[in-house]
C-alpha cells in the first residue's frame, strides 16, 4: 500500500510541475486537454521516471559523472520529447503538447529537474 501511496503522490507532483512549467513559460509550451492533458501526462511522466529513467540513468552513469550531472538534462528533455511523441502517437481526444524548440526543451529539462529533486525530498522524507 506504501507503494501506491508513493506512485500516487509522485504522479500528482509530477502534474503539478508540469502545470507550474507551463505558467513560467506560457510562448514555449503549449498544451490542449486542460486538466485531462495534466493527469494523463503525470502518469506518463511518473512511469517513465519509475522505470526507464532509472535504467537510463544506469547505464549512462559513467557519462553523467564526466559532464558534472549535465546529461541529467538532456535524459530529462528526453523525457519530454518522449511525452509529446506519445501524446501525438497515441492521439488523445484533446490532448496536446508542443515545444517551440530545442531551447525550450533544455530550460524546461532544468527547470523539471530542479522540482523532481525538491518533490524526491518530500516523498523520501515521509
Known amino acids: 500500500m506504501k507503494h501506491l501511496k508513493k506512485a500516487f503522490i509522485g ?3 509530477n502534474a503539478f510541475a508540469l502545470y507550474f512549467l507551463t505558467l513560467t513559460f506560457p510562448e514555449g509550451i503549449h498544451y490542449t ?3 485531462n492533458f495534466f493527469i494523463l501526462a503525470g502518469i506518463v511522466i511518473g512511469g517513465l521516471n519509475t522505470f526507464i529513467r532509472p535504467v537510463v540513468t ?4 559513467p557519462f553523467i559523472f564526466l559532464t558534472g550531472g549535465i546529461l ?3 535524459i530529462n528533455a528526453g523525457v519530454f ?3 509529446e511523441y506519445f501524446l501525438a502517437v497515441a492521439q488523445f481526444r484533446d490532448v496536446t503538447l508542443s515545444f517551440s524548440g530545442l531551447q525550450m ?3 524546461a529539462a532544468v527547470a523539471f529537474g530542479v522540482i523532481n529533486w525538491a518533490q524526491h525530498l518530500i516523498i523520501n522524507n515521509e
Open 11 to 13: 504522479i500528482v507532483l
Open 72 to 74: 541529467m538534462v538532456a
Open 33 to 35: 486537454g486542460g486538466i
Open 105 to 107: 526543451y533544455v530550460i
Open 81 to 83: 520529447w518522449f511525452l
Open 58 to 61: 544506469l547505464f549512462s552513469l
